[in-house]
């Protein structure tokens, strides 16, 4: 049976997960250098020993309220297809594997986002678990393309 190992993460009460094999490491929020023009979900860059890597707000792309940084927020450095950009999120929670059979697509009422982001929902016990399609997190929709 097919199993994924996911990072997961909250944003307020939503839980999320993304695949490990495409995090490179999670670290705590360093400065953030605004970037003018950027679409209005990149907060800005930051310099991660000499490379400078875009950091995307989950929150501001999925039209969630913005919240004040706390102990617990994170930047998640991943790398999809060439590009390595950061998300930032709320509190990193665990890695966990989670069978293939237990993985639904997205339903068909978008929950409180663009299902285009959305590449399932992994069912962990009680817990429901939204997989998101990193590949449409940046650029996507709205031909912003992030280039690294």
């Known amino acids: 049976m097919a199993e994924e190992q996911l990072v997961?993460?909250?944003?307020g009460s939503e839980e999320f997960g993304v695949d490990i094999m495409r995090v490179q490491?999670?670290?705590r929020i360093p400065p953030i250098t605004r970037v003018?023009?950027?679409?209005?979900?990149?907060?800005?860059?930051?310099?991660?020993?000499?490379n400078v890597i875009p950091v995307v707000s989950l929150r501001n792309r999925f039209?969630?309220?913005?919240v004040e940084e706390?102990?617990?927020?994170r930047?998640?450095?991943?790398?999809v297809q060439s590009k390595v950009f950061g998300i930032r999120v709320d509190a990193v929670t665990e890695v966990l594997r989670i069978d293939s059979v237990d993985i639904e697509p997205p339903p068909q009422v978008a929950l409180?986002?663009?299902s285009q982001f959305i590449r399932g929902v992994g069912k962990i016990g009680e817990r429901l678990l939204i997989l998101l399609d990193l590949d449409n997190i940046?650029?996507?929709?709205?031909?912003?393309?992030?280039s690294t």
């Open 70 to 73: 706390t102990d617990l927020s």
């Open 25 to 27: 490491e999670i670290i």
């Open 8 to 11: 997961t993460f909250s944003l």
């Open 36 to 50: 003018p023009k950027a679409p209005s979900y990149v907060e800005g860059v930051i310099n991660l020993r000499g």
């Open 112 to 114: 409180s986002m663009d």
């Open 138 to 146: 940046i650029g996507g929709e709205t031909g912003h393309e992030l």
């Open 63 to 66: 039209g969630m309220t913005r």
């Open 75 to 79: 930047i998640i450095v991943l790398q």
